[in-house]
């Protein structure tokens, strides 16, 4: 079965680089995605990585992949307050069937500014 | 970009009545969407696929008669909350699948969600 885990808070310093982690079951999976979710709001697609990739860079977005340990990271470079809001982790299962099924995410990593 | 709209954003019902809730994708055409449900300080657990013309695929414990699915054009989908009870009460996201050429050709967007109370 699929579960994904993530550490439910994380506070960092404005300016710092912010490390939010996350750990999944499945090997299966093929893509896997972090998703922000500001307050009041819907889901943002913010970033994903192929699961045969180890590294994915955009802007101040950096995605880690260890796929031996099933381990994900998003790292966040020079966090502004404006990244304040909860980040899911989620993995898509591509079965033997074709096409996509849903996600299955974690519970979610509330990412804290202090000034 | 792909914008996904859902209808209400937020309703307040009494126990025993049925809510309907709107699923638009309004710039691309989607074929699958999917219906979730949030729980507080927990993740958002898939409820079920609707697939455009055809019958919705239920996750394991999820009441198909509870919890009606109608996915009538490529653009619409619907979540009817029959005989709802205060247990429903719940945040239901919506998302959409859109399919693209290029490097990444398959995502899920998402709509901005529903807030169920129910009394």
């Known amino acids: 079965g699929e579960d994904v885990e993530q550490s439910l808070f994380l506070s960092v310093r404005e300016g710092d680089s912010s490390v939010i982690n996350c750990t999944y079951t499945?090997?299966?999976?093929?893509?896997l995605y972090w998703y922000k979710q500001e307050p009041g709001a819907g889901l943002q697609l913010l970033t994903y990585?192929?699961?045969?990739?180890d590294m994915k860079q955009d802007q101040r977005l950096t995605v880690l992949l260890n796929k031996k340990d099933k381990h994900l990271s998003l790292r966040i470079a020079d966090t502004q307050t404006g990244d304040s809001a909860i980040y899911f982790c989620?993995?898509?299962?591509?079965?033997?069937?074709?096409?996509?099924?849903?996600?299955?995410f974690g519970k979610g990593t509330h990412l804290i500014i202090q000034p | 970009g792909a914008v996904v709209s859902q209808h209400p954003s937020w309703v307040i019902c009494k126990s025993g009545t049925s809510v309907k809730i709107e699923c638009r994708s309004l710039d691309f055409q989607a074929t699958t969407m999917f219906w979730y449900r949030q729980f507080p300080k927990k993740s958002l657990m898939l409820m079920a696929t609707s697939n455009e013309g055809s019958k919705a695929t239920y996750e394991q414990g999820v009441e198909k008669d509870k919890f009606l699915i109608n996915h009538a054009s490529l653009t619409l989908s619907t979540l009817t909350v029959t005989s709802a009870h205060p247990e429903d009460s719940s945040f239901y996201i919506c998302?959409?699948?859109?399919?693209?050429?290029?490097?990444?050709?398959?995502?899920?967007?998402f709509g901005p969600g529903t807030r169920l109370t129910v009394l």
């Open positions: 998302s959409a699948r859109r399919l693209t050429s290029g490097e990444f050709t398959d995502t899920q967007y």
């Open positions: 499945d090997s299966s999976s093929t893509y």
């Open positions: 990585i192929f699961s045969n990739m």
């Open positions: 989620a993995e898509n299962l591509m079965y033997s069937g074709g096409g996509a099924d849903g996600l299955t």
